[in-house]
């Protein structure tokens, strides 16, 4: 059975029914965004977010419900997943350390809290 989630404050909580669930979606499930441009102006965006199913498959002890992701730069693609908002936001800041090691310069900040 897979196991669908919804936030409440920072605290991801079992959800009753696929129409509770889907309630998620409508909002914005990302909880940071940044972008950098390096010396030789490629961007490169570093995202994370809340993903609202378990991606552990059941076969972790806690659900893996958050992922961050580079897009752009050499680590392009690049995925890490998390089972609570704090490892999620130290995740997403080891993202961000590492692509300014790559000489990336922050273009913009966003974090944002997701609408519960």
Not at 5 to 12: E, M, S
Not at 18 to 46: C, K, N, P, Y
Not at 64 to 71: A, G, K
């Amino acid at each position: 059975m897979m196991m669908l989630y919804k936030l409440a404050g920072h605290d991801p909580v079992p959800v009753e029914n696929v129409e509770e669930w889907g309630s998620v979606f409508e909002g914005d499930r990302r909880i940071a965004r940044d972008e950098f441009t390096t010396a030789e102006g490629e961007t490169i965006l570093v995202s994370t977010v809340f993903l609202a199913v378990d991606h552990g498959l059941g076969l972790e002890s806690k659900p893996v419900l958050f992922e961050t992701m580079v897009f752009g730069g050499p680590l392009n693609n690049k995925m890490w997943r998390f089972h609570t908002w704090d490892e999620a936001m130290e995740g997403h800041a080891r993202a961000v350390h590492i692509s300014q090691e790559y000489g990336a310069t922050l273009k913009g900040r966003s974090a944002t809290r997701f609408r519960v």
